[in-house]
């Protein structure tokens, strides 16, 4: 008698369940066009930007076993991790700057305020090696432009 009481239970409650699962899916199938265009051209010329200036950014590091790292100077300036400024310069082709000369990249945006386009021009890395450890000098040379009115 309890076996047939449970068995009912059991049965009413997986059929519970199963019905409360159901989702409701509703479908669209009318026709859209975008009509906005896929494609937007416009044409600049070097003739179309005023060079502002260009500002080497420098940061001097010294890693020890490989692990250990700390920042020495940051464009000449002795670096204090509590004041950090960071700067991320992103465009189409993102200028891959290393984490640290990112916390040295401000100094070029403080030098040209106004300036709406930033081109780094090289990147120059050198290394002293050290026992159990390097120190690295990270250099960037990065142009200011703007557009003409």
């Known amino acids: 008698m309890r076996t047939k009481y449970l068995l009912s239970g059991f049965v009413s409650v997986v059929l519970l369940g199963l019905t409360s699962c159901r989702g409701v899916y509703q479908y669209n199938r009318t026709r859209a066009m975008d009509m906005s265009p ?22 001097d590091t010294r890693t020890y076993l490989g692990i250990f790292r700390t ?20 465009g189409w082709n993102h200028m891959h700057l290393s984490p640290a000369l990112k916390k040295a990249a401000y100094k070029i945006v403080e ?21 159990l450890g ?11 432009y703007k557009v003409k009115e």
């Open 134 to 144: 390097r120190y690295q000098r990270e250099m960037a040379v990065i142009k200011a």
């Open 71 to 90: 920042i020495d100077s940051i464009n000449g300036e002795e670096y204090n991790f509590r004041d950090v400024k960071k700067v991320k310069l992103v």
């Open 38 to 59: 896929t494609e937007v051209r416009l044409d600049l010329q070097l003739e179309d930007f005023e060079l502002l200036g260009e500002s080497c950014i420098t940061v």
């Open 111 to 131: 030098e040209y305020p106004e300036a709406d386009y930033f081109v780094p021009v090289y990147k120059k890395k050198e290394l002293e090696r050290l026992f």
